[in-house]
């Protein structure tokens, strides 16, 4: 599908850079709380799900928690020093949920919500936008304890904390974000385990991932009636899925693996109905008895914008002959009722995280979106690569990140070509982080931290990047 308010392709163009962006285009980088603020038990914050998952043995590497971080809680005017320095227009940060409402219900922490507002200020005193993301996986402990996002309650709950953040910053903060990747919330939490709760149960999964879509709905309509100004928006982590061969079972394979990964989310968002394959696909896992009456109307609320995380492609294939499901029943995983699929391996380039490197990927994911699905405007709120780096005399040059980051920023203009209403893109990382499972193992960033000293270093491809904010647009190659 065309849309009128894309500009034309001559106004692409300009002061001899080949690619250059339209006006308007939001430059930014973003982060998530549990992996740089720290402050982890000061303020009234509480335990969210990731404490009580990091300090479990055996969850991260090397038993690494959030505990410290990247000290972003008291480092934050710095930080926002830096984001300045490097020209960004806008930073997409997430609220902790614990620092601000602790135990999950009942009144805002305001000392909570004081750290929020001295960093919306800062920001906004440098020229840079916020994008606020409600929910980026630090559920607090007391409602995991009374069932997580398995149960319908905890919907509720987050649409009751959307509206403290709200009113108390939505008179500085535009723009909205309910949740990111709820796929990784439902399914690496629920599912296969690998993320906090931790659980392994494919119907857990599945309700927990109709239950954050529930409470993402009911989100939006307490947003909407306490800043009916605001842009609101939801977060999802796509993937082009590829049959390994031509071949109808693995066509097949990939069908299912769509589903789950894409359609699953896709469809309720923006169409207010699951796919009509997927209950099929379940059928050993959930009977769906958990969708209500009315729920698909909540979760389709009209939005303001899409975010698009993309990472990669998954590129699948048929099970191995002889097998079945049931040889994989009883197995973790984040794949439930197609848990026999195989994910395969190409050859090509991978990251640091072991992921393919696929900027064509972006560029399909993007009009697919745009294609099959909204003429909203669409944000690429996450894309990077974690890579391995080394601190020599002060420098830390990175040419695999500022190569994948190009790479990738091309794609992104591509679809603009071809006519996606594509208005922004946000790097991840602004800094080395706590990576999840991976704990600080793995370095998204575009600035180097020392997490002994806490110094940070912007790499290459921060100065790289603070050019292309300048120009607004890669140099022709």
């Known amino acids: 599908m065309s849309n009128p308010a894309s500009p034309p392709a001559g106004r692409l163009l300009d002061q001899g ?30 335990p969210s799900i990731w404490d009580t998952f990091s300090h479990t043995e055996g969850r991260t590497v090397a038993g690494h928690t959030g505990d410290v971080a990247c000290d972003h809680y008291h480092r934050m005017p710095e930080d926002v020093r830096l984001m300045a320095d490097l020209g960004l227009t806008s930073y997409r940060f997430s609220i902790s949920w614990p620092r601000v409402q602790p135990g999950g219900s ?8 004081d750290f929020y507002r001295r960093l919306v200020d800062e920001l906004l005193a440098h020229g840079i936008e916020p994008w606020l993301t409600l929910y980026h996986w630090d559920l607090p402990q007391p409602l995991e304890d009374a069932g997580g996002w398995p149960a319908r309650d905890t919907a509720g709950r987050f649409a009751d904390y959307a509206q403290l ?8 903060v535009r723009h909205f974000t309910t949740l990111n990747e709820p796929w990784c919330s439902a399914f690496l939490g629920y599912g296969s385990g690998a993320h906090a709760p931790g ?73 207010g109905a699951y796919p009509a394959d997927l209950p099929g696909d379940l059928r050993q896992v959930t009977d769906f008895g ?3 009456d009315g729920d698909l109307a909540l979760i389709a609320a009209p939005l303001d914008m899409v975010g698009i995380n993309y990472y990669s492609r998954y590129v699948v294939a048929a099970p191995v002959s002889g097998t079945g ?14 848990e026999d699929v195989r994910f395969v391996t190409r050859g090509v380039p991978v990251t640091d995280m072991g992921w393919e490197i696929d900027a064509p990927g972006l560029v399909e994911t993007l009009e697919r979106v745009h294609r099959d699905y909204t003429d909203l405007p669409l944000y690429i709120t996450e894309n990077g690569a974690a890579f391995v780096d080394a601190v020599v005399d002060g420098r830390v040059d990175d ?46 960033g575009l600035v180097h931290v020392d997490y002994d000293s806490q110094a940070r270093i912007p790499k290459s491809s921060a100065r790289w990047y603070a050019e292309v904010i300048r120009r607004n647009g890669l140099a022709a190659q």
């Open 199 to 271: 659980r392994s149960d494919g119907a857990d999964a599945v309700r927990a991932g109709h239950h954050l879509m529930l409470g993402h709905g009911l989100a939006v309509q307490a947003l909407r009636a306490a800043r009916p100004e605001a842009h609101l928006g939801i977060t999802l982590n796509l993937y082009p899925v590829t049959p390994a061969t031509d071949s109808p079972a693995d066509a097949e394979a990939a069908r299912r693996i769509d589903a789950l990964a894409n359609r699953f989310f896709l469809d309720p968002v923006l169409r």
């Open 325 to 338: 499901p049931d040889a994989y029943w009883r197995a973790p995983s984040c794949w439930p009722g197609s």
């Open 17 to 46: 850079y080949e690619l250059t962006f339209p006006p308007g285009f939001r430059w930014g980088a973003a982060t998530a709380a549990y992996q740089i603020e720290g402050a982890a038990a000061e303020g009234g914050r509480t």
């Open 290 to 292: 958990h969708v209500r």
């Open 165 to 172: 953040v709200a009113d108390a910053l939505g008179d500085r």
């Open 106 to 113: 009942g009144p805002a922490n305001q000392a909570g919500l």
């Open 399 to 444: 040419p695999d990140r500022l190569a994948y980051l190009d790479a990738h920023l091309r794609a992104a203009h591509a679809a603009i070509r071809a006519g996606v209403p594509l208005k922004g893109y946000f790097a991840w990382s602004l800094m080395d982080n706590f990576e999840w499972a991976w704990g600080y193992t793995k370095r998204f």
